[in-house]
């Protein structure tokens, strides 16, 4: 989480799988602050974060919301199947706005080596 706004895990250097691939079912997003909040930023934004947070989960994209115990930032389970829509929801809240939350991303799907539980070992997407 350099200098990029944000930062995808990248897992395409791992070696092949033996697993078949499985959609993205959710993305984790984990929020740092890209410089500690002034006392009047924070009386300013945190106003409005608070209540677009809660309309996300309301509107059911976030599925669960933690703080890090750093208390550098959140982090969101969020009920997406794209980077792009995970980063498009967390760019629209306040503090992405203003340009003091960055994200890191990660794309989480069913695990996988539960097809080797079904009968044959093979996997039953699109049954």
């Not at 890090?68 to 809240?93: D, H, I, K, Y």
């Amino acid at each position: 989480m350099d200098n990029a706004q944000d930062t995808v895990a990248n897992t395409n250097k791992m070696p092949k799988s033996i697993f078949p691939v499985v959609p993205t079912t959710k993305v984790l997003a984990i929020g740092q602050f890209t410089k500690p909040p002034t006392p009047e930023q924070i009386k300013e934004i945190f106003p409005k974060e608070v209540p677009a947070t809660l309309r996300l989960y309301l509107a059911g994209k976030i599925d669960q919301w933690w703080i890090r115990q750093t208390q550098t930032g959140p982090v969101f389970l969020l009920n997406v199947t794209s980077l792009e829509e995970a980063r498009a929801l967390m760019e629209e809240l306040p503090l992405g706005q203003a340009g003091l939350m960055r994200h890191e991303f990660i794309e989480l799907g069913p695990l996988t080596p539960l097809h080797l539980l079904l009968s044959g070992g093979g996997s039953t997407a699109g049954k």
